[in-house]
């Protein structure tokens, strides 16, 4: 375990935020980042997220590889096709990184929404590469050095709370996107809710280790060079929502009733341009 400073300001003053399964995520008191401290040293984040298991504090491996989700595929093709709209007017073809593709839903979402688009997805999981190339979807296990340069798009779906230190694995996808590249980035806003209790759902601590919302998002991206373009929230608490995180809480035995459309809790996706 290490202690570490904000990974966004570098300050050392914040308040507990949340507890989970024996970690602290703290919120960054000038900032308002929210971060797992102490963390698990930078060996042992690389080695869990290969093989999709976390050590937890009280010694219980936390499973974090969740199967295919095919209903993942049109939520994103909407998304995708509505935040590209105007690239997909323009009619020249896309190149498009997927970085931790998973099962490859994303990629698919892609193909149908920007059919012109060369798009490829990387994962770091090896049984989710090959579920994807099963069903004949663009996924390998590549690092991200081992990638093009020339990139139109880089795309980071639910990965920024994954990684550790930001700012060196933006700069190399920054380096991987051609002038005037997009990185498109997909993150819930935790940092602008009132409290923890406003997030029915488990944390995911410390498979998730950082979380920001907009404000935290503006200042991530100038550090590594990148003018925040577009900005689009979606809620996620709709009635189906609602009763899952009900039966979730039951089964942690912190039963709850959760309504639907009350949560401040929202995605949030991100284009950010490369100038
Ligand atoms: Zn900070």
Redesign the pocket.
């Known amino acids: 375990m290490e202690h570490i400073q ?1 990974p ?4 050392d003053r914040t308040v507990e935020w949340a507890r989970e399964g024996g970690f602290i995520a703290v919120k ?1 008191t ?4 929210i971060y797992v401290n102490p963390r698990p040293s930078a060996a042992e984040i690389t080695e869990a997220n290969k093989v999709g298991v976390h050590r937890t504090q009280n010694g219980k491996a936390l499973n974090v590889s969740a199967r295919r989700n095919a209903a993942k595929i049109g939520y994103y093709q909407r998304v995708i096709g509505e935040l590209f709209a105007t690239e997909h007017t323009a009619g020249h073809p896309l190149k498009w990184l997927d970085v931790g593709a998973g099962y490859g839903e994303v990629v698919e979402a892609i193909q149908s929404a920007l059919p012109a688009t060369d798009v490829e997805g990387i994962e770091p999981m090896r049984p989710k590469v090959e579920i994807a190339q099963a069903r004949g979807v663009r996924v390998s296990d590549r690092s991200i050095a081992q990638t093009d340069s020339d990139y139109d798009v880089i795309s980071l779906i639910n990965v920024y709370s994954h990684i550790p230190d930001f700012r060196e694995f933006g700069e190399l996808l920054v380096s991987k996107l051609k002038s005037g590249g997009i990185l498109f980035l997909e993150t819930g806003n935790l940092p602008d809710l009132t409290s923890r209790a406003d997030f029915p759902d488990t944390l995911y601590l410390p498979d998730h280790l950082v979380f920001a919302a907009p404000r935290q998002m503006e200042s991530i991206a100038k550090s590594i060079g990148l003018a925040m373009e577009t900005t689009k929230a979606e809620r996620i608490d709709n009635p189906l929502w609602a009763v899952k995180q009900t039966v979730k809480s039951a089964l942690r035995g912190k039963p709850r009733i959760v309504l639907p459309y009350t949560s401040e809790f929202r995605t949030v996706f991100y284009k950010l341009r490369k100038p």
């Open positions: 904000c966004n300001c570098a300050s960054c000038p900032c308002g980042l």
